[in-house]
């Protein structure tokens, strides 16, 4: 009794003086919160309902929106492997040995795996008593020695690299689907589909971690939507009528919902056409049928892993354990760009959306998926970085909340380390550790903080794209377009209409100084050094590089 009057006249003398409790005190009185990080592949900008996409069943996605938050501006990396490196460790990619892609080009930075500099989410919570717990793509480490269940992750069940069939076509000794469990092989029986495997195996590991009775953390990696568009029958059925409206229609349509949902300013316009997107009244009826079927495959596979996340919910409820976990939904990049494009190496006659067939994400439906903002996948443009962001925690976000946010992957980490009272260590097994890049979200979710106060602008390099944001300026280069630099006034054009470059010189050498600085840091290379040689094309020749058709 004396000790609880002791803490209260201890707290009431610190809010007198306008001290207050941190977040990570508060949250340490508590018993210590789950998390489940739920990560989807490809997913455009208002590829979901509360982003704009109103025609696409997401019913847990709405609710979990409705009844948390949802941030206009948040950032990844805009393409798989660099922004899994920076989601794990909470540091720019290049730090993390991920500078390319998951290939070595001979530095460090570039290594291709993460590095022992760079801890994982994994490491650092299951060292502060969580269990830790994964189910999907990896992707930032081939050989075994690099794998979930050797960089911290007690459970594992998925696929190592960058994109994997979502039927199996082939038998045990030949598997189409390469799926591993806890470091052993696993074959996915014919007739079962990934996006249900991922979601099995989490609920699996959550029902068997429940006996451990410490906290969990759980790492969804879906790999839906990406290519190949498979989805099941019963799914694809639901979207086959839907997208007769065209894309040139829709993404209008997308861009009006996107501002009655709140995550687009009124005042904000609609990226300009890709001229390379021909407009859907020049098609033939026949060429009408094929494009409708294919983003019905597209919408199916996001109705399939809303449907996922509701399990994931459901479970959380029976186990009593909803109330205390805390669920945040992102995108890796925003939706694939590119024109016409197939795999070269797994072309068959099969029909969209079924078991063997191998049909990726153009342009036309992606400028609707990434609408209103500009571009694509691996560029850094507001389509290819930018990422829906939605975080539940019952209790402690407000709900219904919608703030401006400017967050960035590498904010996760320190999130989650604050909210669960575990310290981030400076060294590791001998090996001293890289400091985190991020800030934490916290006063974002729980407080009144509406935007990330920075102390350092936001850069973006990949395969010589350069980007680099402070407050409402952004400069942006484009390897393909001879890097020349663009000037954005983020906060009047997210659309990147308007290049200001001209207009305002002074800016430019500020940016550029300050980009200059960021890739020191980081250990960023000039990419014409050291990019790989061509090997053989991957996807069809008519592809836009420029605009991100970089097929992984």
Not at 14 to 37: C, D, E, V
Not at 145 to 150: E, G, H, I, L, R
Not at 298 to 322: P, T, Y
Not at 507 to 521: D, G
């Amino acid at each position: 009794m004396k000790k609880s009057i002791k803490h209260s006249v201890f707290k009431t003398a610190m809010l007198s003086l306008g001290l207050g409790l941190t977040f990570s005190a508060s949250f340490a009185q508590q018993k210590k919160p789950n998390i489940i990080l739920i990560l989807v592949d490809d997913l455009g900008f208002s590829d979901t309902g509360p982003y704009g996409a109103n025609e696409i069943q997401t019913p847990n996605l709405n609710e979990l929106a409705q009844s948390g938050l949802k941030l206009k501006e948040f950032y990844n990396n805009s393409i798989c492997a660099p922004t899994r490196a920076s989601v794990l460790t909470g540091q720019y990619q290049h730090k993390a040995g991920v500078g390319y892609f998951n290939v070595n080009l001979g530095l460090p930075a570039y290594q291709g795996f993460l590095n022992k500099e760079s801890l994982t989410l994994a490491e650092v919570l299951r060292n502060g008593g969580y269990s830790t717990l994964m189910s999907g793509k990896w992707h930032v480490g081939d050989d075994q020695d690099q794998w979930p269940n050797q960089r911290g992750f007690d459970k594992f069940f998925g696929f190592i690299g960058g994109a994997s069939n979502y039927y199996e076509i082939g038998d045990q000794q030949n598997p189409t689907v390469p799926l591993i469990k806890n470091n052993k092989p696993l074959y996915l029986e014919p007739g079962k589909y990934l996006t249900d495997e991922i979601t099995n195996n989490a609920l699996e590991f959550i029902t068997d971690q429940d006996k451990e009775k410490k906290p969990f953390f759980l790492y969804l990696a879906f790999n839906a939507p990406h290519w190949p568009l498979q989805a099941l029958p019963a799914d694809i059925e639901k979207y086959k009528e839907t997208y007769k409206i065209g894309w040139d229609s829709l993404r209008k349509q997308r861009y009006e919902n996107a501002i009655k949902a709140g995550v687009i300013s009124p005042d904000q316009k609609i990226a300009q056409h890709d001229e390379q997107v021909k407009p859907w009244n020049k098609l033939s009826y026949d060429e009408q049928q094929y494009w409708q079927l294919r983003q019905a495959v597209f919408a199916a596979m996001i109705d399939h892993v809303d449907q996922g996340i509701g399990k994931i919910r459901s479970k959380l409820k029976e186990l009593k354990k909803d109330d205390n976990t805390l669920i945040i939904f992102i995108s890796d990049n925003g939706a694939q760009g590119g024109n016409n494009l197939r795999l070269y190496t797994q072309r068959t006659t099969e029909t969209v959306g079924a078991p063997g067939s191998y049909e990726v994400q153009n342009s036309n439906w992606s400028q609707t998926g990434n609408s209103p903002l500009r571009n694509y996948k691996a560029t850094p443009y507001e389509g290819g970085i930018s990422a829906p962001f939605i975080a539940w925690f019952p209790g402690k976000i407000k709900a219904g909340t919608i703030k401006k946010g400017t967050g960035h992957i590498i904010d996760l980490a320190p999130t989650f380390y604050e909210l669960a009272g575990v310290k981030y260590p400076v060294e590791f097994n001998g090996t001293k550790i890289n400091p985190l890049a991020g800030q934490s979200l916290l006063p974002l979710l729980t407080g009144n903080a509406n935007e990330v106060q920075r102390k350092e602008p936001l850069g973006w390099e990949r395969g010589g794209n350069k980007a680099i944001r402070n407050g409402k300026w952004k400069l942006v280069s484009i390897a393909a377009s001879g890097g020349k630099y663009e000037l954005y006034d983020i906060e009047a054009d997210r659309a990147e209409n308007n290049n200001l470059a001209a207009l305002h010189p002074e800016i430019v050498e500020k940016l550029k100084s300050e980009y200059n600085e960021w890739a020191r840091k980081n250990d960023v290379v000039d990419y014409e050094l050291l990019k790989p040689k061509p090997t053989t094309p991957v996807i069809r020749s008519g592809q836009n590089q420029g605009s991100g058709a970089r097929l992984n």
